[in-house]
């Protein structure tokens, strides 16, 4: 068993955290939509707005917000699976990358995104914690997370390629490409040393 950032846990302890952080925040996400649709899209307005002082709220605010429950549901199995995994190496080390990521996406957006469009989703953190999950497990050299995220490349890794190319489909390719690159980074400055002697752990 590794280290862990919460002291006296145990690997079961991780792992239900883990699952109830992840259901909670997919719930979350799908009351928010919930509230949008009752209100007649009020919530959209806090999206991002591309170079606009009102539209930096969006930074923070663009991974609860969608454009529709079909939106919501296209996230929610790789937001669930992607954040189980990266919240059982600890839920403050989870929470501080998830930030990381959904700042780098959210001001990366900002800046390049096309003009007069509003951006929101919570597939940028989906990109973001599926380089963050691949990347870690061979940045700190632990057997079993390398083997979960070269399955997790293998069964996504094709979506993924495809979600970063430029397109006009109205898909906000650059928020997957800067939140795959912003999880690979995230990955590195966050690995945790190698410790010898000890067995390896899904983490």
Do not use: C
């Amino acid at each position: 068993m590794s280290t862990t950032a919460e002291p006296g846990w145990t690997q079961t302890d991780r792992t239900r955290a883990a699952a109830k952080l992840m259901l909670g925040w997919v719930a979350l996400l799908w009351a928010l939509e919930a509230v949008d649709q009752v209100t007649g899209h009020a919530l959209d307005q806090y999206g991002i707005r591309p170079r606009e002082a009102d539209g930096l709220v969006g930074i923070a605010a663009h991974p609860f917000l969608h454009f529709g429950f079909g939106h919501v549901a296209s996230n929610t199995v790789p937001l669930l699976v992607f954040g189980f995994i990266a919240a059982l190496s600890g839920i403050r080390r989870f929470l501080a990358v998830s930030v990381l990521i959904t700042f780098a996406v959210g001001a990366g957006s900002w800046l390049v995104a096309p003009p007069h469009t509003l951006g929101a989703g919570a597939s940028g953190l989906v990109y973001g914690l599926f380089g963050y999950v691949v990347v870690r497990g061979f940045v700190e050299r632990k057997p079993l997370n390398a083997v979960v995220g070269l399955v997790l490349a293998a069964v996504w890794g094709s979506s993924v390629f495809l979600g970063v190319l430029p397109t006009d489909s109205g898909v906000g390719w650059y928020a997957h490409l800067i939140g795959v690159v912003a999880g690979a980074v995230t990955a590195l400055y966050h690995r945790r040393p190698v410790t010898a002697g000890r067995t390896p752990a899904l983490t």
